[in-house]
């Protein structure tokens, strides 16, 4: 029976894609892999460029975001995957990071699951992994436990000393205000280990910037 791989390809760096990633890609017939945008770019796919078989059936499929045609797109996608795993041959599903981790993923997976399909999940490194080594900083020491939110959440800090906070696009003001006044030491960093990367420690910078691909790790005293 064909199985589908969920991959997680890591944060952009094509170095950054694990062993077993780039070996389930290659014993893939088909590579699908999500965009944002209609007929826009995979950053995915970009990454796991260079591990694709010649001959393999590569497929970006459009996630819109919170639009009104968000269910009828998912399901276009769900239904082209279950059409060639019908077939007989196996998908890899290409996920930035972690497949786990804030990923649409964890939806097909399910949904996979229920229809009956074989389905092997691989892991990846994880953006704020991959940011930490890049800015050379310590996510979380000791008996600490380690926050992971979303922008929007920034708020809910209580008395954690090491935060990661994602998803900060949009919403950069709010997040360096609030770590200011909790008393954090942060740093920026959007598109890690990829062209274009930027790493910034200024509120003001901060506040300026504007990149989906990005996230703050924060620590105080
Ligand atoms: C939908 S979540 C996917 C997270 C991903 N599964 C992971 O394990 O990192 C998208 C968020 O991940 C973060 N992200 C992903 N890749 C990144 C990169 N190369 N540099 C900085 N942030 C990144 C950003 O906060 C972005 O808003």
Do not use: W
């Not at 380690?146 to 000393?161: C, G, S, T, Y």
Request: proline share 4%.
């Amino acid at each position: 029976m064909a199985i589908l791989y969920g991959i997680g390809v890591g944060p952009g760096d094509p170095e950054l894609v694990t062993i077993k990633a780039a070996r389930r890609i290659a014993d893939s017939q088909v590579v699908v892999a999500p965009s944002a945008e209609e007929g826009g770019e995979s950053i995915a796919l970009e990454t796991a460029r260079e591990y694709i078989k010649e001959g393999t059936e590569v497929v970006i499929k459009h996630f819109p975001m919170g639009k009104e045609n968000r269910v009828s797109k998912i399901k276009e996608a769900y239904d082209f995957i279950e059409e060639k795993l019908r077939e007989g041959k196996n998908v890899s599903f290409l996920t930035i990071g972690d497949p786990y981790i804030y990923s649409t993923y964890i939806h097909l997976l399910k949904h996979m699951e229920e229809r009956g399909f074989e389905v092997e999940t691989i892991a990846g490194i994880p953006s704020f992994c991959a940011a930490a080594s890049i800015v050379d900083r310590t996510l979380v020491v000791g008996n600490n436990p380690l926050l992971i939110l979303p922008a929007a959440r920034v708020q809910d800090i209580k008395d954690e000393k090491y935060v990661v906070i994602m998803k900060v696009y949009k919403q950069e003001e709010l997040v360096v205000n609030t770590l200011e006044e909790k008393g954090f030491d942060y740093v920026y960093i959007s598109r890690a280990g990829r062209e274009g990367q930027v790493i910034l420690d200024k509120k003001e910078d901060i506040i300026q910037a504007r990149d989906y691909m990005s996230l703050i790790l924060a620590s105080r005293e």
